[in-house]
């Protein structure tokens, strides 16, 4: 999970970054934290099962944390 939420949170926050100006830059760092997120979706889903929460921001509450999980089969076309 802390690869997810390091995901979620570059995601979230590379638009407000100013030390890097550089669009493509940008646009290369976004997309590998969506790899990630997804690689780590697939290894959870590997380790743990298919309904496991699904989380594509970072928890603002403790009501975040607990996320309901996804219907069987779900997690892999989100992933994708």
């Known amino acids: ?13 590379i638009d407000a ?8 830059l940008k646009d290369r ?3 590998e934290a969506l790899f990630l997120r997804g690689l780590s979706h697939f290894y959870l889903a590997s ?14 509450s403790e009501s975040d944390f607990f996320g309901a999980p996804l219907a069987k089969g779900e997690m892999y076309g989100k992933i994708v």
């Open 29 to 31: 760092l976004r997309g």
């Open 47 to 60: 380790f743990f099962g298919e309904e496991i929460p699904y989380r594509n921001a970072i928890p603002k």
């Open 1 to 13: 999970y802390v690869m997810e939420y390091a995901s979620n949170l570059i995601l979230e926050k």
């Open 17 to 24: 970054a100013t030390m890097v100006k550089d669009e493509v």
